[in-house]
């Protein structure tokens, strides 16, 4: 597995991207005073297709892989890459909350800390199905941070999925729709890229 070893403020400004969106919440000094050159199409669409990678936490193989279903399935190409990137365990732990960041998700899942329909995994790329339960493995529920997890209020979880704190247990009511995906992603663009 490869592993990311970049500074993820560095990252986040040269995609020009919130480093909140991530969840690293502190401030770049260096916001400022640098020219920037006219950048490409080639090279706008090539940001774009890292900032997808980057937000989802993907390695290129895993994101063609995902391109490659998208183009396969019916519908916009664009929009069911990203209903893929969203139905990954991962990001769906993400979404219920569970989890700060994806990174933190992921981690959480390749420690097989879940359960998906009663089964352990720990693929963090495991695609999720609509009517799914998610739940935290029995002998986990009474580590620090999932005690710690009950504890807290519920935060603003999508429609498309539901959690409850003190069975720490969740479910996938339906699929994400476009509509319901947050990120700042233009996915047309990633097309154009990999339809050249």
Avoid at 81 to 88: K, N, P, Q, T
């Amino acid at each position: 597995m490869a592993i990311n070893r970049y500074h993820k403020l560095k990252r986040c400004r040269f995609l020009e991207m919130d480093p909140a969106s991530i969840g690293c919440f502190k401030k770049s000094i260096r916001t400022s005073g640098r020219k920037t050159k006219k950048i490409s199409e080639y090279g706008l669409q090539l940001r774009e297709k890292q900032r997808a990678k980057f937000i989802y936490c993907v390695s290129e193989k895993q994101f063609r892989h995902y391109y490659d279903m998208a183009e396969r399935m019916k519908g916009v190409t664009g929009e069911n890459m990203l209903i893929l990137l969203e139905r990954r365990l991962d990001n769906v732990i993400y979404r219920m909350g569970i989890a700060t960041t994806r990174l933190q998700a992921r981690q959480l899942v390749s420690h097989a800390q879940f359960t998906v329909n009663g089964k352990k995994v720990n693929i963090p790329s495991y695609l999720i199905k609509a009517g799914d339960v998610i739940a935290v493995r029995e002998n986990k529920k009474e580590n620090k941070y999932f005690t710690a997890i009950k504890e807290t209020k519920a935060t603003n979880v999508l429609k498309w999925v539901e959690f409850d704190r003190e069975k720490l247990e969740g479910k996938v009511l339906a699929l994400p729709t476009r509509e319901e995906i947050d990120s700042q992603i233009a996915e047309h663009m990633i097309v154009e890229l990999y339809s050249k």
